[in-house]
């Protein structure tokens, strides 16, 4: 009965065990991911909104390309510009603050263009 339930209790904490490995690495994972759309969708999103706030809209597929395109642009202009003129260094929260950066602005602009559309049109 004792040789039953030392088994048992060793697939349990073998169990636990990687529970606690499969939530560390699916955490990694997921910051990973967000990390990711926060640098190189979320800014070129938000102003890709900004750059057509009035007239056409665009498709779905235009929407992503132009959001990935302009990411990939601006987040590096703006961490260079930053690394140039105050000297902060190139890493990680240079770049989520960069990406953030931009993706504030985007929404600004955005906000404030649909703002002013609705003022003129209504």
């Known amino acids: 009965?004792?040789?039953i339930l030392r088994v048992y209790q060793g697939r349990t904490s073998l169990v636990n065990?990687?529970?606690v490995i499969l939530n560390e690495d699916l955490l990694r994972v997921l910051g990973v991911l967000g990390g990711l759309g926060a640098t190189l969708f979320l800014p070129g999103y938000l102003c890709t909104h900004a750059l057509f706030a009035r007239g056409k809209r665009l498709e779905?597929?235009?929407?992503v390309?132009?959001?990935?395109?302009?990411?990939?642009?601006?987040v590096p202009i703006a961490m260079y510009f930053l690394n140039r003129v105050f000297a902060v260094r190139i890493a990680l929260?240079?770049?989520l603050?960069?990406?953030f950066g931009v993706s504030f602005v985007g929404l600004a602009t955005w906000g404030i263009r649909r703002r002013r559309s609705s003022e003129i049109g209504g």
């Open 1 to 3: 009965m004792t040789n």
């Open 17 to 19: 065990g990687l529970n």
């Open 60 to 63: 779905v597929l235009e929407q």
């Open 65 to 74: 390309s132009f959001s990935f395109c302009l990411s990939a642009t601006l």
């Open 93 to 95: 929260p240079s770049a």
């Open 97 to 99: 603050g960069s990406g």
